[in-house]
């Protein structure tokens, strides 16, 4: 017999179902068991005394065991989980789960070190669910608009970003990286003529960082896209893209997240608002009395960002603000810079955390070689810039962070957010 998934189950006919015990109740008369899987739950009902294996199967069973159980389903509208039970015919026992070892309750570093536990529950589930249904509807919203996906090397012979942050391995005979960006690649792309890409991948950054939003990998989606006029082309690609996508959230999980997380997913209405940093600043000031360092402010600071929330909602009744006007400082070697120096992109703040920084880029050779001796990167650099040596197209892009999206989908921490998180203390499991 072929396996139904729990919400397919035929009523009046046999059907078989596999999957973990959710609960047991073995009574002297009767046995009561819940088995999940992962579409959803469902009642299977002994009655004792008829069948000895049944009876024996039931005895050893354990919560959390995973079972093989073949019968008819039958409607009951006593049983709470959707009026239908199964009366089995048989239950077989594919592996018994011993004690548990952690409670849903537990701290989040203890559940971590059983994850593979802590993600059976149906919330949990969810998770994955809806971060499946994003990057499908982040894909299928560019594969429409003609983009190529691509998939670049994770193995670098240089940083991507700067010296920085990166984590050093042996190659052979000679040092290597792991990649903290597609960056360079993406680029690559331009030059090459592909016109409009993107990727999803792995990223990893070697940040001591301990927040609820940073990781010392996670996955990356990222596009570039040539023959721009600004870096308000690249802008508006993200809003639509961001719009199409949690349209697409919201039609398939919305009413599950709100009842069981209690988070709406808003569908963004498009134009995104827009401010420069100074009026952020300003704005932050005048109507929270929020002040920072004047040397803080070529950057947003976290609380700023935090703030940004607030700011974004009061303001135009928006979730998302986009931020330019950034100074040179804190922005990469290979963002465009117009005739007074200063970068020629923003970063997008969704629910007051940052969750892109996008710009034009330098295709020009000579303006992007300045820029990059400025950095004092030299040498590291130069294969890069032999992609604009040979004619490169205007062009520009961002990255998205997958997991923080989910996270502030879900309003959890990026440690609940990744299926298997990865920090500065944490390498297993």
Known sequence: MKRSMISNVKIGEMNRIQGFVENLRNKRTMAFLVIRDASGSMQVTVE???NEALD???DQLTVESVVTVEGQAVANEYVKLGGVEILPESIRIESLAEPLPITKDAAIDSRLDYRWIDLRSPKNLLIFKTQTALVAALREYLLSQDYLEIHTPKLIGAASES???VFELKYFDRKAYLSQS???YKQMAMAAGFDRIFEVGPVFRAEKSYTNKHATEFTGFDVELSYIDSFRDVMDEEARLLQYALQKVSDKYGEEIKRLYDKPVVVPTLPFPVMKLQDVYAELEKRYGYTCEESEKNDLTTEAEHLCAKLSMDMFGHEFLFVTDYGPEKRAFYHMRDENGNPLGYD???????ITTGAQREHRYEPLRRQADEKGLGEDVKFY???FRY???????????VDRLTMLIFGLSIKEAEFIFRGPNRVTP
């Not at 997008?348 to 940052?354: D, Y």
């Open 48 to 50: 004792k005394g008829k």
């Open 56 to 58: 024996a199967a039931v």
């Open 163 to 165: 010296g920085a942050d």
């Open 182 to 184: 597609p960056q360079f």
């Open 348 to 354: 997008l703040i969704w629910r007051g955390t940052e």
């Open 385 to 387: 810039m032999d992609f």
């Open 391 to 401: 004619g490169c197209p205007p062009h520009g892009g961002f990255g998205l962070g």
